[in-house]
Nanobody, 123 residues
Framework: QVQLVESGGGLVQVGDSLRLSCAAS????????LGWFRQAPGLDREFVAA????????YYPASMVGRAAVSRDNAKKMVFLEIKSLKPEDTAVYYC????????????????WGQGTQVTVSS
C-alpha cells in the first residue's frame, strides 16, 4: 500500500501558473495510476487529471485540456500537476490519489488519498 503527501499549494493570483507535487512512499509506485482531484467549498470532488501506470498516457476532463498537465517520476515516486492561467474557480483543496491498474476519472475508483493541499486564486 502506497501513502501520498501533497505539497505546493498556496495563495496565487489570477493568470499565474502553479505546480503541485505529490510524494509517495511504500508499495510499488509503478503499479499505480495516479489521479488529481479538487474540492471547493459546497461542491463535489472534481476530477482534474490522471496518468496511467503502464505508460505516460494522460487523461483530463474537457475543462482542463490545454490548461493542466500531469506527469510522474517513477524513480522519485512522485506525481506532479501543473495548472496555468489560474482562475478564481480553481480555488480548492487539491488531492492526489492512487489506484492499482488503469487510470480513471472517477474519485470512487481511487482508494488511496493524500491529505490535500489548499490552492487559493485571488484577483
Amino acid at each position: 500500500q502506497v501513502q501520498l503527501v501533497e505539497s505546493g499549494g498556496g495563495l496565487v493570483q489570477v493568470g499565474d501558473s502553479l505546480r503541485l507535487s505529490c510524494a509517495a512512499s511504500g508499495g510499488d509506485f509503478s503499479l499505480y495510476s495516479l489521479g488529481w482531484f479538487r474540492q471547493a467549498p459546497g461542491l463535489d470532488r472534481e476530477f482534474v487529471a490522471a496518468i496511467n501506470y503502464r505508460n505516460d498516457n494522460k487523461y483530463y476532463p474537457a475543462s482542463m485540456v490545454g490548461r493542466a498537465a500531469v506527469s510522474r517520476d517513477n524513480a522519485k515516486k512522485m506525481v506532479f500537476l501543473e495548472i496555468k492561467s489560474l482562475k478564481p474557480e480553481d480555488t480548492a483543496v487539491y488531492y492526489c490519489s492512487a489506484k492499482e491498474g488503469r487510470y480513471s476519472g472517477s474519485a470512487s475508483d481511487y482508494d488511496i488519498w493524500g491529505q490535500g493541499t489548499q490552492v487559493t486564486v485571488s484577483s
